[in-house]
């Protein structure tokens, strides 16, 4: 069982910055596909940003050229950096650990088998 712990969220006002972290328990994190996804109330879960075992990276469009993910794969820990924040950058922020298809990473929610608890990121205007 894989155990993922959130970390980094807080309240900001519409263009500040936050730094979320994730550890993870597995001591083979270096073979996985890590990942954040968000969910805001009343909204589906969607994909963030996802970081492969070469250190490729893919975002969604929404967040591209603000937002990017990294790893360390020393520490097993994630990171996602998230500059210019916005109001609609407002959600529960979870961290998630995938396996490769055929050596790909993908950022949707459902390519993930395991998930932090979440943390919580709330942008003022």
């Known amino acids: 069982q894989v155990h993922l712990v959130e970390s980094g969220g807080g309240s900001v006002q519409s263009g500040g910055s936050l730094r979320l972290s994730c550890v993870a328990s597995d001591h083979t994190y270096n073979d996985y596909c890590m990942g954040w996804s968000r969910q805001a109330p009343g909204k589906e879960r969607e994909g963030v940003a996802v970081?492969?075992?070469?250190?490729?990276?893919t975002y969604a469009d929404s967040v591209k050229g603000r937002f990017t993910i990294s790893r360390d794969n020393a520490k097993n820990t994630l990171y996602l950096q998230m500059n210019n924040l916005k109001p609609e950058d407002t959600a529960m922020y979870y961290c998630a650990q995938g396996t490769g298809v055929d050596g790909r990473c993908y950022v949707v929610p459902s390519f993930f088998a395991y998930w932090g608890q979440g943390t919580q990121v709330t942008v003022s205007s």
């Open positions: 970081i492969d075992t070469d250190f490729a990276t």
